[in-house]
């Protein structure tokens, strides 16, 4: 869909006053902010399958803010960072009690599908769960 010239400079004039909008609150992630996102971080909210927008807006908070704690606080994105606090999460309950089936564990820590937590956990440990579980 080609635009219309009026509509494109329209469109250039309303990112430009939203990304002013943005950067004029970005001098610093708030206290309140990092408050919020710190609760939901510590009530396990990250185990919910969720997008990072629904997450934000669930927190009352902008998604690029949202978004922006993470890369300043943990210096990589939301998903990056879930996905590897939801392996450690299931590396420790893999190790606390082994009679526990994989498939659970992955539930547990919010990844219901059983391959895509078993191709997680490699991504991140270089090992299957069972092979995790198997050392420790």
Same mark, same amino acid.
């Given at each position: 869909?080609? =635009?219309?010239? #009026?509509?494109?400079?329209?469109?250039?004039?309303? !990112?430009?006053?939203?990304? &002013?909008?943005? $950067?004029?609150?970005?001098?610093?992630?708030?206290?309140? /902010?990092? *408050?919020?996102?710190? !609760?939901?971080?510590?009530?396990?909210?990250?185990?919910?399958?969720?997008?990072?927008?629904?997450? *934000?807006?669930?927190?009352? =908070?902008?998604? %690029?803010?949202?978004?922006? $704690?993470?890369?300043?606080?943990?210096? +990589?994105?939301?998903?990056?960072?879930? +996905?590897?606090?939801?392996?450690?999460?299931?590396?420790?309950?893999?190790?606390?009690?082994?009679?526990?089936?994989?498939?659970?564990?992955? %539930?547990?820590? &919010?990844?219901?599908?059983?391959?895509?937590?078993?191709?997680?956990?490699?991504?991140? /440990?270089?090992? /299957?769960?069972?092979?995790?579980?198997? +050392? #420790?």
């Amino acid at each position: 869909m080609k =635009l219309e010239l #009026h509509d494109r400079i329209a469109l250039f004039f309303t !990112r430009k006053a939203r990304l &002013g909008r943005m $950067f004029k609150r970005r001098g610093g992630i708030s206290g309140q /902010t990092s *408050a919020t996102i710190r !609760r939901w971080i510590v009530s396990m909210g990250w185990t919910e399958d969720a997008s990072l927008q629904e997450v *934000a807006d669930s927190l009352g =908070l902008y998604k %690029e803010d949202f978004s922006l $704690f993470f890369r300043r606080v943990y210096g +990589k994105n939301f998903l990056q960072w879930r +996905k590897e606090i939801r392996i450690d999460e299931a590396k420790r309950l893999l190790v606390k009690d082994k009679t526990i089936p994989t498939a659970i564990i992955g %539930e547990e820590v &919010g990844i219901s599908d059983k391959s895509n937590f078993k191709r997680q956990f490699r991504e991140i /440990t270089g090992c /299957t769960p069972a092979q995790w579980r198997s +050392k #420790h």
